[in-house]
């Protein structure tokens, strides 16, 4: 069964980089039925995907953070990373990681616990 | 970007009861809707996916219905677990969305 787990510093400092890793277990990011994908949860409010990474490098970004956010693969170490510039107090979030289907159905199906990220100096 | 608005916000209700929870997009999605169940300081869980297909090990009291820009989520008789906060989610663009939540409390 695969698993997702998110790792990371919870305290970023404005306007540092914030920096994440997902790491994978039970199942390989080489797998080309899926793609892998970050999403966040300021704290009291709705969901936010954030983009995603296909094992080939090919990403895909929220227009609203693509200038600020690279995510990456390492299939020799089956992690995925999301890198997010010039943070502000507004990218305080619990960040997950997710597993996505787009093909034939469309769906998140495996999400990783979380990592809680405050954004303060 | 495709909106997605969830209605009621909150909702109460008791065990056993049936719950209904609304979800419209701002334009035509076909059927490409998932629904997701979270609870308390824990991940978003898939319960349906492509508006009425349930997700696997989901309990068969949670059906989806709809199409195009209205979609429901349906709890046939509520149970004590089934307390949490519900997403629904379009899969319809590349830039996916999700809506404000419903939360479902005693």
């Known amino acids: 069964q695969v698993q ?23 199942g390989s990011v080489n797998s080309g039925s ?11 409010k709705e969901l936010e995907w954030i983009g995603y990474i296909y094992y080939s490098g090919s990403t895909n970004y929220n227009p609203s953070l693509k200038s600020r956010v690279t995510i990456s693969v390492d299939t020799s170490k089956n992690q995925i990373s999301l890198k997010l510039s010039s943070v502000t107090a507004a990218d305080t979030a619990v960040y997950y990681c997710a597993r996505e289907l787009r093909s034939g159905s469309y769906y998140m199906d495996v999400w990783g616990k ?8 | 970007d495709i909106q997605m608005t969830q209605s009621p916000s909150s909702l109460s209700a008791s065990v056993g009861d049936r719950v209904s929870i609304t979800c419209r997009a701002s334009q035509s999605i076909s059927s490409y809707l998932n629904w997701y169940q979270q609870k308390p300081g824990k991940a978003p869980k898939l319960l349906i996916y492509a508006a ?6 989901v309990p068969s009291r949670f059906s989806g219905s709809g199409s195009g820009t209205n979609f429901t989520l349906t709890i046939s008789s509520l149970q004590s677990e089934d307390f949490a906060t519900y997403y629904c989610q379009q899969s319809y663009s590349t830039l996916w969305t999700f809506g404000q939540g419903t939360m479902v409390e005693i």
């Open chain 1, 4 to 26: 997702l787990q998110e790792s990371g510093p919870g305290l970023v400092k404005p306007p540092e980089t914030l920096s994440l890793t997902c790491t994978v277990s039970g």
């Open chain 2, 52 to 57: 009425s297909t349930l997700q696997s090990g």
């Open chain 1, 114 to 121: 979380g990592t809680t990220v405050t954004v303060s100096s």
């Open chain 1, 34 to 44: 899926y793609y892998w994908s970050w999403i966040r949860q300021p704290p009291g």
